[in-house]
């Protein structure tokens, strides 16, 4: 009972629910107090102790309804197989197919060897002419089965059959799994650990007897297996969710914040969204704190005389009227050209995702032209708006000198000593005249100018990239092209600025 | 006196006593009432402007006929103002009066150090219970029978005050430095915070407390709740209404209508003696509803439209 709830928090935490020790013991508390009867009542009540944000409820339903659907197939799927003897016969002959293979093992109970005498296979066609002959059997006495799994399943107890399950599945350490390609090969070993081999030869046995009541029972235990196989395949399906998926995910999740950005395939690009949101969450929770440490500074005359009357009016405890904190400005400048296109949608993903801690962000977006983008920004969702710059903005090959100038005339009096200007570009100037006046205007008036070069350090400076040039009139100069990287250079911007 | 513990026994008789003071409740509200109360846990509610959170709390106290403590969260928000403060004035006053009698007080007294262990005992006086003034966290507290003390709109408040709140949350007491520990009664009050989700409540907080989410009700749900508040509303016009403001909820819209408003416009279309919805009449009440000129402005085109869907519907 408490190992069930314990795998359920484990599930919830590995689907990014965060729960603490001390929500998993509220959570005990409650289900001692509502119990597992009524399902939706359960539903409810760990729904207000487990999840505690909107995100986090939605994946408690998907994860609750998941978890304890097993149960309801269980339901069902015994009921099935207990009273309903005319079943789906297609069903059946597939499930015969599928386990010839496997029913040829050794070993097994004597009895049953010695009444079978010269078995043979059963192989597809023959199975299935006489399942369906052994299907009008009808109702009556049957034969008591002899094997271990047989007699299991004829108990018609499901708790002792999903113990089983349970048992085997540690035997074979079905936790270890990893990929989702092992559960064919986990459910075989279960249902081998679970004695099935036995089974298998006393129901080729079985079906060649003569006596009617046993031919009942093999069909009987036919429609048992194909239950039991569900059952194992939903206990692997479970023990995967709760153990592989997550693991592959983490390893996943930190392999794409040290890819390359370009490198990420298209299939992964709403993980990594997920990534940015998540380092950008980090990074906003950190700072938002920090700032506190910041507020110290005005006199607050009336709370210092209203403290202090406890002192015969004397003043010596001092009460500060909290600041307001300078929240950086930056102006973001994108080179959105082919080769750095890629690092830029994730620049501005990034910048625009920790707006709470950035307000004021301005981006620009050249090739050939430089032009403000904010403004589609600010209309559109982050996705649209990355979509749009990148289309109408990257035609065209490289021109900084141009781009530069186009700056000076959009907005250079905007920037002043609490600008941080965020460059991010190969510094491939495609062997143009590259002055650096404007560029050393831009690092006079503002606070910070940062230049982030996609490319590694070995190749600044070769071919056409003026980056030695450039890299004179900045204050910081950082390869970056990973998210790690990314969030290195935001965190240090919110640092300093702060 | 209502018997709290009957009440409170199970989620069904709770939803029934809910619903006998106006309150129609889903089975997730009344469970979190149940659970808040059993396990004496405060309860976060969230959900947006007018669903009903601040009136949950308010209902529970009229349902458990126990005092209800409001603390309505807002910036800068201290200790000084929600928890307990010094009675300064009182204090000066008696420092005074012991300063007149000084002379009386030390009399006889041999030397300094038996001076000095006379005045403690004042010293002492001056930090009790006594000089303590309560504010609505302590009230709470200290209240006999126990209360309902509503945490309003916490999210106003600053992340400092989050951190007051944690002892009490968890433990049902105050720390005082000159006095010591405040433990709440033998009934701890029921606590029932409501935020509006302007900013994230920190996780410590959230941590010790039971989280409820209210949405905007389903169709059936909103019809009775508006049954349960304006009796008088015939059954069609009833159905009518909440489905277009179910419909105007799809809308994208500034600020989307919330029950209050529903019922505000309830009230008013009884007001106006109405059977029937119609698009000039809903054109002319729409600002019952909607409470920006832009989000009037967007629906107006659509007014036929929607009328006509509520009436089909």
């Avoid at chain 1, 207990?82 to 010839?100: L, R, V």
């Avoid at chain 1, 031919?215 to 239950?227: C, I, M």
């Avoid at chain 2, 033998?186 to 989410?213: G, M, Q």
Wanted: with cysteine.
């Amino acid at each position: 009972m408490d190992r069930t709830l314990s795998n359920f928090i484990n599930a919830l935490r590995n689907a990014d629910v965060r729960i603490s020790t001390a929500e998993t013991l509220d959570a005990f508390n409650t289900v001692e107090l509502v119990g597992y009867r009524d399902r939706q009542f359960l539903k409810d009540s760990l729904a207000l102790v487990l999840p505690k944000t909107q995100d986090e409820k939605e994946a408690f339903d998907a994860c609750f309804d998941q978890f304890f659907r097993y149960h309801e197939v269980d339901d069902k799927g015994m009921r099935r197989a207990a009273n309903d003897d005319d079943g789906d016969e297609a069903d059946e002959a597939e499930g015969g197919q599928g386990e010839g293979e496997g029913g040829g093992g050794s070993g097994g109970d004597p009895d049953a060897q010695q009444r079978t005498g010269k078995k043979k296979k059963k192989k597809s066609k023959g199975a299935r002419d006489e399942e369906v002959a052994d299907e009008d059997l009808g109702a009556g006495e049957m034969a008591e089965p002899d094997s271990k799994l047989g007699k299991l399943l004829m108990t018609n107890s499901k708790v002792q059959v999903s113990m089983a399950i349970a048992a085997a599945g540690r035997e074979v350490d079905v936790q270890s799994i990893t990929v989702f390609t092992q559960k064919g090969l986990y459910t075989r070993k279960i249902m081998d650990a679970m004695g099935l081999p036995d089974m298998q030869q006393e129901m080729a046995g079985l079906k060649q007897s003569r006596r009617i009541p046993d031919r009942r029972l093999a069909v009987e235990l036919q429609h048992r297996r194909e239950w039991l196989r569900e059952q194992v395949r939903d206990h692997v399906e479970q023990q995967f969710l709760l153990h592989a998926d997550a693991e592959g995910r983490r390893v996943r999740e930190d392999m794409l914040r040290r890819i390359k950005l370009s490198n990420v395939e298209q299939r992964n690009q709403h993980l990594i969204k997920d990534v940015v949101f998540r380092m950008a969450k980090k990074l906003v929770a950190m700072h938002s704190r920090r700032k506190k440490v910041f507020k110290r500074g005005q006199l607050n005359v009336p709370r210092t005389i209203r403290h202090n009357m406890a002192y015969d009016g004397a003043i010596f405890d001092l009460h500060w009227k909290s600041k307001k904190v300078d929240r950086p400005k930056v102006f973001a400048i994108c080179d959105v050209s082919g080769s750095v296109a890629e690092y830029a949608r994730f620049m501005l993903m990034f910048l625009y995702s920790l707006e709470e801690v950035m307000p004021n962000i301005r981006s620009f977006a050249f090739s050939s032209d430089l032009a403000e983008v904010s403004d589609i920004f600010s209309r559109n969702r982050l996705d649209d708006a990355i979509a749009k710059t990148l289309r109408d903005y990257s035609a065209g090959s490289t021109n900084y000198t141009q781009s530069f100038r186009d700056f000076r005339k959009l907005c250079m009096d905007d920037i002043d000593n609490r600008t941080t200007i965020i460059i991010l570009g190969d510094a491939r100037n495609n062997y143009a005249d590259s002055p650096t006046d404007i560029l050393k205007e831009m690092y006079d008036r503002s606070k910070r100018l940062i230049w982030l070069n996609p490319e590694p350090r070995s190749t600044w400076n070769q071919g056409d990239s003026e980056m030695r040039k450039y890299s004179a009139y900045c204050h910081q100069v950082e390869e970056c092209n990973s998210l790690m990287h990314l969030e290195r250079v935001v965190n240090n911007l919110l640092r300093t600025v702060a | 006196m209502t018997d709290i513990a009957k009440i409170a026994s199970s989620v069904k008789s709770l939803q029934e006593s809910l619903e006998a003071h106006n309150y129609i409740c889903s089975d997730q509200i009344a469970t979190a009432v149940y659970l808040a109360y059993q396990l004496r846990k405060p309860i976060l509610i969230e959900g947006p402007p007018g669903v009903g959170k601040t009136e949950l709390a308010k209902t529970t106290s009229q349902m458990f006929e126990l005092e209800l403590i409001r603390l309505q969260c807002y910036e800068g928000l201290d200790e000084a103002k929600a928890l307990y403060e010094w009675k300064y004035g009182k204090q000066l006053l008696y420092t005074q009066v012991l300063k007149e009698t000084l002379d009386e007080v030390l009399q006889g007294a041999k030397g300094f150090a038996e001076s000095v262990k006379r005045l403690h005992e004042f010293g002492d006086i001056f930090f009790s219970e006594e000089f303590l003034e309560p504010r609505p966290l302590m009230k709470a507290l200290k209240a006999e029978d126990g209360c309902v003390l509503l945490i309003d709109e916490i999210d106003k408040a600053d992340h400092e005050f989050e951190s007051l709140l944690l002892e009490i949350l968890s433990d049902y007491q105050v720390s005082i430095p000159e006095i010591g520990t405040l433990k709440a009664t033998k009934n701890p009050p029921l606590v029932f915070l409501t935020s509006n989700n302007t900013r994230e409540i920190s996780d410590a907080l959230k941590r010790r407390c039971l989280h409820l989410y209210i949405p905007f009700p389903d169709l059936e749900l909103e019809q009775r709740i508006i049954h349960a508040r304006v009796p008088e509303i015939p059954p069609e016009l009833r159905r009518q209404l909440v489905q277009f403001i179910h419909e105007l909820r799809d809308m994208d819209l500034k600020k989307v209508p919330a029950i209050s408003e529903t019922i505000d416009w309830a009230r008013t279309l009884m007001l106006l003696h109405t059977d029937n919805l119609d698009q000039d009449l809903v054109r002319d009440t729409l600002n019952v509803i909607l409470k920006f000129q832009e989000d009037i402005e967007n629906v107006q085109p659509e007014l036929s439209t929607l009328t006509s869907n509520a009436l089909k519907a």
